[in-house]
């Protein structure tokens, strides 16, 4: 049996999903769309609020997305490593940056270009 989440994850995914199935599911029933999870976590957080429109419904109303979280802790994290390691972020980017997956892509697309 996997004894890690990454494992895990394999492993769900090669025998579950794999044969048609759902990996994530929530009462027993596969998980098909995570707005929901999103929106109750939003507004959970304080980080957002439901308000009746015009039309009657309700709309959650929020400036927060996941990818503004992803870069608000990639930022916390690069600050967390600056301090921990005494090097400035500039210097993480320049000194470590290239073992970003990114690292290369431009000039492979301006390569791409000239062919």
Do not use: C
Request: glycine letters at 10%; proline letters at 5%; aromatic letters at 12%.
């Amino acid at each position: 049996m996997p004894q890690t989440l990454p494992e895990w994850l394999w492993f769900a995914f090669f025998t579950i999903g794999s044969a048609g199935g759902w990996v994530l599911r929530y009462k027993g029933r596969p998980v098909t769309r995570q707005q929901n999870a999103w929106d109750a976590v939003v507004v959970a957080a304080g980080l957002g609020h439901y308000r009746k429109e015009p039309d009657g419904t309700e709309r959650l109303h929020t400036d927060v997305t996941p990818h503004v979280l992803k870069h608000t802790g990639t930022t916390w994290l690069l600050r967390d490593v600056s301090g921990l390691t005494s090097t400035s972020t500039k210097t993480l980017e320049g000194v470590y940056g290239h073992h970003s997956p990114d690292y290369q892509k431009a000039s492979a697309k301006a390569f791409r270009r000239k062919a």
